[in-house]
């Protein structure tokens, strides 16, 4: 049975603003770190989310490395908020832009969109009763 998400992996190319985004701007928590097994250099910051649940951030991602040009690949991550309003007042007030100010979806819920540092999307979910997801709780 799955019970959420465990961790989501997103090479970086700028940890220190890749941290500014993911903990001022999303509110995440630094957990932990792990040097690279071989080298002992930094290699992954490990970000909680909710009990259980991580954002891995690894170092070193480039306009060039192969795994960023796959055809089938990441598209996006959504967090679920309480209040899509203060999410969203809470990622401009730490220096970032919104692409998608909130709106109803088609779903009922209530959405945002942002990019973090490294273009990656990021929505922002408040979810509400009438959706179809809600009875899935």
């Not at 071989?38 to 910051?45: D, F, L």
């Not at 832009?97 to 922002?124: C, F, M, T, Y």
Request: glycine share 8%.
């Amino acid at each position: 049975m799955i019970t959420g998400i465990g961790h989501a992996a997103i090479t970086v190319r700028d940890m220190d603003r890749s941290l500014k985004f993911y903990t001022e701007a999303l509110g995440f928590k630094k957990a932990f770190e792990l040097p690279h097994y071989i080298t002992g250099e930094p290699w992954i910051i490990y970000l909680n989310v909710c009990p259980g649940q991580f954002i891995e951030l690894f170092y070193g991602g480039t306009e060039d490395n192969p795994w960023r040009d796959k055809l089938i690949g990441f598209s996006h991550l959504c967090f679920e908020v309480d209040d899509i309003h203060a999410a969203v007042q809470k990622v401009k007030d730490a220096g970032f832009a919104v692409d998608s100010e909130p709106r109803q979806g088609s779903d009922h819920n209530w959405q945002a969109w942002v990019k973090d540092p490294n273009g990656i999307r990021i929505e922002l979910m408040k979810i509400v009763p009438e959706s179809p997801q809600a009875s899935f709780r």
